[in-house]
């Protein structure tokens, strides 16, 4: 696959095209993932619950992502890399450029962090130094304590128009690509809308420009109850390869997300 950098999703986003993108944690599906064409890979905190066992994102430490993030480089063949940035890794403006800093030369080409509207100042921080900042808002996992539990974001007009407002105002900060998960699809559409930034989407309906899940979600490889957003790519498929595949298809098609894995 030709190399996919942030323009690469400027480009398909100015074409209406969409764009798909899985977590990856090791070389071998990094390099299975890639292969397959699929533009964005997640080293995602959720390998605190589906490699640690934890039962939220919570424990994952910087060094966690780095080492996973060195792997899934290893891997790669040409897919961008996005490396989260883990609980509490920017409680201060100096950690966070620490912390993103270690990321990037691990292997990431861009970071993402979740939060609001008061990302901006960090965002503004990391992108003047060269890297590259995703916005991650709607239900953050790490405010699942705040939260109490991983409840749709964005119901009320009120809190739509927030989440909105957020993805403007990060946007404006500099951040390059912003992740919505589990909000009302008029969210989703709404700030796809509203941004000239690519936006992917976990839960967020099927307007976005992208669309991510966790890998092991989408292997139908899970320790029960599944989100709703969820599709286990391996029933009508016959291997992991194919299936990869096929989640990318359907996101390319938008056949995926049905209205089944969607919050209206
Ligand atoms: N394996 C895995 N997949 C994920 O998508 C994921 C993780 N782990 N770990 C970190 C977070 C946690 N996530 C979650 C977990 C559960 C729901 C969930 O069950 N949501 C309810 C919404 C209920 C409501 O407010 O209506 C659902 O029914 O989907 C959503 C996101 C997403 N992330
Ligand atoms: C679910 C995605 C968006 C994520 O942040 C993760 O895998 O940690
Ligand atoms: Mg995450």
């Known amino acids: 696959?030709?190399?996919?950098?942030?323009?690469?999703?400027?480009?398909?986003?100015?074409?209406?095209?969409?764009?798909?993108?899985?977590?990856?944690?090791?070389?071998?599906?990094?390099?299975?993932?890639?292969?397959?064409?699929?533009?964005?890979?997640?080293?995602?905190?959720?390998?605190?619950?589906?490699?640690?066992?934890?039962?939220?994102?919570?424990?994952?430490?910087?060094?966690?992502?780095?080492?996973?993030?060195?792997?899934?480089?290893?891997?790669?063949?040409?897919?961008?890399?996005?490396a989260d940035m883990p609980f509490m890794s920017n409680?201060?403006?100096?950690q966070m450029l620490i912390n993103?800093?270690?990321?990037?030369?691990?292997?990431?080409?861009?970071?993402?962090?979740?939060?609001?509207?008061?990302?901006?100042?960090?965002?503004?921080?990391?992108?003047?130094?060269?890297?590259?900042?995703?916005?991650?808002?709607?239900?953050?996992?790490?405010?699942?304590?705040?939260?109490?539990?991983?409840?749709?974001?964005?119901?009320?007009?009120e809190a739509a128009q927030a989440i909105i407002a957020a993805s403007q105002t990060l946007v404006d900060?500099?951040?390059?690509?912003?992740?919505?998960?589990?909000v009302p699809n008029e969210v989703g559409r709404l700030v796809t809308e509203a941004v000239q930034v690519p936006v992917i989407g976990i839960g967020a309906g099927p307007y976005t420009d992208g669309q991510v899940l966790v890998l092991h979600d989408m292997l139908g490889v899970t320790m029960g109850r599944t989100a709703r957003f969820v599709k286990n790519f391996m029933t009508e498929t016959d291997s992991i390869p194919a299936a990869i595949s096929r989640f990318h298809q359907e996101v390319k098609d938008n056949t995926f997300p049905a209205e089944e894995h969607c919050f209206q």
Request: glycine fraction near 12%; charged fraction near 20%; hydrophobic fraction near 40%.
């Open 1 to 82: 696959m030709k190399t996919v950098t942030i323009s690469t999703l400027n480009k398909l986003k100015q074409a209406g095209e969409k764009f798909s993108c899985l977590t990856a944690y090791d070389a071998t599906f990094s390099s299975q993932i890639s292969t397959a064409g699929v533009e964005v890979m997640l080293i995602g905190d959720s390998l605190g619950m589906v490699l640690q066992g934890h039962d939220s994102t919570l424990p994952v430490s910087v060094d966690d992502i780095a080492y996973h993030t060195q792997c899934v480089a290893r891997g790669n063949k040409g897919s961008l890399v996005m």
């Open 91 to 94: 409680a201060s403006m100096e």
């Open 100 to 157: 993103a800093g270690k990321l990037m030369q691990a292997g990431a080409h861009m970071v993402k962090i979740e939060g609001e509207a008061w990302l901006a100042e960090g965002i503004r921080e990391l992108t003047r130094r060269g890297v590259p900042v995703c916005a991650h808002l709607g239900l953050t996992p790490q405010m699942v304590n705040q939260f109490g539990g991983y409840k749709v974001q964005g119901k009320t007009e």
């Open 173 to 182: 900060a500099g951040a390059s690509v912003i992740l919505l998960e589990c």
